[in-house]
């Protein structure tokens, strides 16, 4: 499968790898085993610097009305740092931010994998219960 699933519970992170080309049904698939892992509240990184093509407006559609049905079931998802270098999955990326955004999910679009942990980090230390 070109979509690599990894769960780090002490981080509460998951980090999906996409290599070569990936379906609308994988990903699909990936975010309800992500609900089902209940880990659907975990930042996720996505690294799709090896990922072929991207996809349309339409999918990405599909797969924000997918994560709204299924926050209305779990709650809301964690945040989403999406990681792509060519100019065309960058785009794509920004498009699911944009689409994201209306369900408040906190998506993040990034050309490296360590400024994408740094964002996700800088989000749970934002979060974390200050101390006295």
């Known amino acids: 499968m070109p979509l690599t699933y990894e769960r780090d519970d002490r981080c509460r992170r998951i980090t999906l790898t996409a290599v070569g080309t990936v379906t609308l049904e994988e990903s699909m698939t990936t975010l309800e085993r992500k609900a089902q892992d209940d880990a659907w509240d975990y930042a996720t990184v996505y690294d799709g610097r090896d990922r072929d093509g991207s996809f349309d407006a339409t999918e990405i ?4 009305s997918r994560i709204v049905v299924l926050s209305k079931q779990y709650g809301p998802a964690g ?3 999406i990681v792509r270098v060519e100019e065309a999955g960058l785009g ?19 050309r490296t994998v360590p400024d994408a942990e740094r964002w996700l980090d800088g989000l749970a230390d934002a979060s974390a219960p200050q101390k006295a």
Request: aromatic letters at 12%; glycine letters at 12%.
């Open 92 to 110: 794509t990326g920004r498009m699911f931010e944009i689409f994201s955004s209306e369900s408040g999910r906190l998506v993040g679009v990034f």
């Open 61 to 64: 559609v599909h797969l924000v």
């Open 79 to 81: 945040p989403l740092a």
